[in-house]
């Protein structure tokens, strides 16, 4: 048992792999079975071990999203709270509205009242 490197070329990075030899009988020659360790890091020259699993690593924020696109369906009590919130805001700024449009109404029909004295005070 030994310890093989392989040098990516392009990169630079070091593989670290456990070297067997075995015996091929139909052959009659030996063979090598690799197994993988790691990667070597370029500062210390030590081995930085994998996971000892094949592919990517998976987050769980990738997982739960994985999750909603196999299902092809939004959350829908998300969504019916969200719409409610929101009808609830507007139906706030709308009675603030109404409550301003009465305001004014009553203000301008004071205003007119009082021109109509002054315009009729004026022609006396």
């Known amino acids: 048992m030994s310890i093989v490197r392989y040098v990516n070329k392009e990169t630079g990075a070091v593989a670290l792999y456990e070297s067997t030899s075995h015996y091929d009988p139909e052959t009659k020659q030996s063979r090598p079975?690799?197994?993988?360790?790691?990667?070597?890091?370029?500062?210390?020259?030590?081995?930085?071990?994998?996971?000892?699993?094949?592919?990517?690593?998976?987050?769980?924020?990738s997982q739960s999203t994985a999750k909603q696109?196999?299902?092809?369906?939004?959350?829908?009590?998300?969504?019916?709270?969200?719409?409610?919130?929101?009808?609830?805001?507007?139906?706030?700024?709308?009675?603030?509205?109404?409550?301003?449009?009465?305001?004014?109404?009553?203000?301008?029909?004071?205003?007119s009242a009082i021109v109509s004295e002054a315009i009729s005070f004026g022609k006396e």
């Open 33 to 61: 079975i690799r197994k993988y360790l790691g990667m070597e890091d370029p500062e210390t020259g030590e081995l930085i071990p994998s996971s000892g699993k094949r592919g990517r690593k998976k987050d769980v924020e």
């Open 69 to 111: 696109k196999k299902n092809n369906e939004p959350d829908y009590k998300l969504l019916y709270e969200q719409i409610k919130q929101e009808m609830q805001e507007k139906e706030k700024q709308l009675k603030n509205l109404q409550n301003q449009n009465r305001l004014l109404t009553s203000c301008l029909q004071r205003v």
